[in-house]
């Protein structure tokens, strides 16, 4: 059993934690001047990194989302942080 | 290189003579400076695409560029589970495809692929699951493929050391029947593909790994390579988890995740199972191999990962799942466990079409359902790489699917575990 940082709760197990998705997307904008190409790149396309990854996480028992950055082949976790504005 | 034919007749020959006239199966070739097509991985979806590409399209200047062995990716490292109970009609067209062509595949190969086609039970303990699988029974009926949907008792004769004490937490109230889905030996199907790709003249290259995708003015020219540069203006990707990396040389990004997902083997004990079992309850899935182990996995690891290895918390679920259908397999001793890099898409579909510059096509996003689908995935792959254009049975699964909203979502039609 791996042991995530959540920055909120520090060190639980990896199961009380859900990958939501690849950090760094921005939500194009204006949504009526959005093409369905750039739309569906927000939505589905990723970077899928081997190695380093920056990542947004939830930890379900408290309900924060957060950002890790891990290494997707050793497992290894490099930090945790909360998301801008709030508190870690 | 001629192939050597193999028969009953070459067996009792060579036992005679001690085994000493056999051949390698296939060249171990070195790269040329040129071909008509290179196909990056040689699991089985690239050997069955350079067979295809040889046999159905004439195309003899094929390479297949891998960076390890041949099958030693995911296509060794599966569960074996040859099916096509889906629910969509353009899923069904795509795994049927590849359950025909399984179905003559030995002889096709004059390789025996050992396909054992002894059913496959899809079990629910719900009513509601029941009528999830009626659902499912009929969607396959109407795409014409069989499928019916079994009783509890009908399950339970099929299936009799399954758990169905009073206390049973996943008592068997039936499922999906498909009699033709099985399993086949995931080896031979890379090696047969091999070994007549290779007698056709296609070059086999392994050992070696691809570094950069060059293009020119929108198309592809060739790879750059461990052995140098390849030059190719048609380049096939089939290489499962590694594909986002490799997309990425030509500046293409994919709906992809990439994912660990385990499989475990028992020691081998005498026959006990006689069809593939898939619990919705549990997630875990179980058959009997012939060497009399018990193959069995289930649903991905929750950690997006590029490890061949595969965590704890998952071996947990998996084994719990598989002791609560079967309590007596408790007294079994784990022979292996290990895991594949599966490429994870959002509606649990492959995407197979063209992708970035010109002549560049990928095969890919299987997720964990990839060795069913080699035959099918070498035949659609070959066509468009051959022809240009998509085979009607692939063209759905394009990567425009995306963008045009038109998903088709196997994991809410047929409760594919990601």
């Known amino acids: 059993m791996q042991l995530f940082p959540c920055p909120f709760c520090g060190l639980r197990e990896e199961t009380e934690f859900h990958f939501a998705a690849e950090a760094g997307k921005v939500r ?8 369905d ?23 379900r028992t408290c309900g924060e989302f957060f950002i890790m950055e891990r290494d997707t082949v050793t497992r290894e976790v490099i930090s945790s942080s909360a998301l801008p504005g709030r508190a870690g | 290189m001629t192939m050597q034919r193999y028969s009953g007749l070459s067996l009792v020959r060579e036992g005679l003579r001690g085994h000493r006239g056999w051949r390698p199966a296939w060249r171990k ?8 097509a290179v196909i990056v991985g040689g699991g089985g979806h690239g050997l069955a695409t350079a067979y295809y590409l040889a046999r159905q399209h004439n195309m003899r ?51 025996n692929v050992m396909l054992s086609q002894r059913g496959m039970l899809i079990a629910a303990h719900t009513p509601m699951q029941m009528e999830i699988c009626a659902r499912i029974a009929n969607a396959m009926q109407l795409n014409g493929v069989d499928g019916s949907l079994l009783s509890a008792k009908e399950a339970r004769r099929r299936l009799p050391l399954l758990n169905n004490t009073a206390d049973a937490r996943f008592a068997c109230m039936g499922g999906i029947w498909q009699g033709r889905a099985g399993v086949a030996r995931h080896d031979a199907v890379a090696w047969g593909y091999a070994r007549a790709a290779s007698a056709l003249g296609v070059d086999i290259v392994e050992g070696c790994t691809v570094t950069d995708l060059l293009t020119e003015g929108g198309a592809v020219t060739g790879v750059e390579t461990s052995h140098g540069t390849i030059r190719a203006d048609r380049i096939g990707l089939a290489a499962a988890g590694a594909t986002p990396g490799l997309a990425a040389l030509a500046g293409v990004r994919l709906p992809i995740h990439a994912y660990a997902l385990q499989a475990f083997v028992s020691e081998p ?30 649903g991905l690891d929750r950690v997006p990962s590029y490890g061949q290895r595969g965590n704890l918390p998952m071996q947990e679920t998996v084994i719990s799942g598989l002791l609560e259908m079967f309590p007596a397999f ?13 490429d994870v898409v959002p509606d649990s579909s492959p995407v197979i079409g063209p992708a970035g510059p010109e002549g560049l096509y990928i095969n890919c996003g299987w997720g964990t359902g990839g060795f069913k689908a080699i035959p099918a995935g070498g035949w659609l792959l070959a066509h468009l790489m051959a022809t240009g254009a998509h085979h009607e049975i692939s063209r759905p699964f394009d990567l425009s699917r995306f963008a045009e909203g038109r998903l088709i979502d196997e994991a809410a039609g047929s409760g594919i575990a990601h």
């Not at chain 1, 194009?28 to 093409?35: D, F, K």
């Not at chain 2, 070739?29 to 008509?36: F, G, K, Q, S």
């Not at chain 2, 006689?274 to 996995?297: A, I, N, P, W």
């Open chain 1, 28 to 35: 194009p904008e204006p949504a009526p001047g959005v093409s």
């Open chain 1, 37 to 59: 190409a750039r739309w569906a790149a927000y939505l589905y396309l990723n970077d899928a990194p081997k190695g380093v990854a920056r990542e947004i996480w939830v930890h």
């Open chain 2, 29 to 36: 070739a070195t790269p040329a400076a040129a071909y008509d």
């Open chain 2, 61 to 111: 200047r094929v390479a297949v560029l891998e960076k390890g062995w041949i099958g030693g990716g995911n296509t060794g490292r599966n569960t074996t589970v040859v099916r096509s109970n889906y629910f969509y009609p353009e899923s069904v067209a795509l795994y049927d495809l590849s359950l025909r062509l399984f179905e003559g595949l030995s002889r096709e190969l004059n390789f």
């Open chain 2, 269 to 298: 004990v005498k026959p006990i199972l006689d069809t593939v079992l898939l619990y919705l309850g549990t997630g875990t899935y179980v058959s009997q191999s012939d060497k009399g182990e018990l193959v069995f996995g289930g």
């Open chain 2, 330 to 342: 408790a007294q079994l001793k784990l022979l292996r466990q290990w895991a594949g890099v599966v």
